[in-house]
Structure formats: structure tokens, C-alpha cells
């Protein structure tokens, strides 16, 4: 059993008892968040899909904290012009973990 779920613009194939990485939100660790933009729904009796959501259905995830992307380095120069910048950048992410996927009535 899987469900399509849209959160941030992205579309995650999510099945029950997975851990994800999903965009940063201030939700203290234990915690649920709710995902209620799910778009498709599999299970032992077929597929599913909503046009363009199912309305009833839900997806039910506990947080675990918080985890950093890996690091990106920036760099910026102008060739002959002694200009040079480096900086970086780490993504902040919020690790979820899928408990439970209700397709509802």
C-alpha cells in the first residue's frame, strides 16, 4: 500500500513506516504533521486517483527532527579581475517518518 502525496510542489511516493525528508517546518520532534494533498492511492484493491486530489484522504506522519542537507559551495570570480567569492549553503530539513495513510470514505 502507497499513496502520491504534492507537499512544497514536489510529488513523494510515500508507503507506511517510511522516513522522509520533506521542506523545514518549526513542528517540535514527536509531533504529527498531516498531508492532506494526496493525489493517488494504492492498495490490495486497485488504484486510486483523485482529479486532481481524493477528497477523504490523508496521510499521517510523526516528527523526528530536524537534519541538514548536504553543502553546497558557491563560488563566484571574474577572470583578470582579482575577484573571487566563495560562500556555501546547507538546507534545513524536517525528517518525518509516514504512520499512517487513511483513504477515509
Not at 50 to 65: C, D, H, I, N, W
Amino acid at each position: 500500500m502507497y499513496a502520491i502525496i504534492e507537499d512544497g510542489g514536489r510529488q513523494l511516493k510515500v508507503e507506511q513506516g517510511q522516513e522522509l525528508q520533506i521542506d523545514y517546518r518549526e513542528v517540535p520532534a514527536g509531533q504529527e504533521v498531516t498531508f492532506e494533498r494526496v493525489l493517488a492511492y494504492r492498495d490490495e484493491d486497485g488504484l486510486k486517483l483523485g482529479q486532481p486530489m481524493l477528497a477523504s484522504a490523508k496521510v499521517t506522519a510523526e516528527v523526528l527532527g530536524v537534519a541538514q542537507g548536504p553543502k553546497l559551495v558557491i563560488q563566484k570570480f571574474r577572470r583578470r579581475k582579482t575577484y573571487r567569492r566563495r560562500t556555501g549553503h546547507r538546507q534545513l530539513y524536517t525528517r518525518v517518518k509516514v504512520s499512517k495513510i487513511e483513504l477515509g470514505s
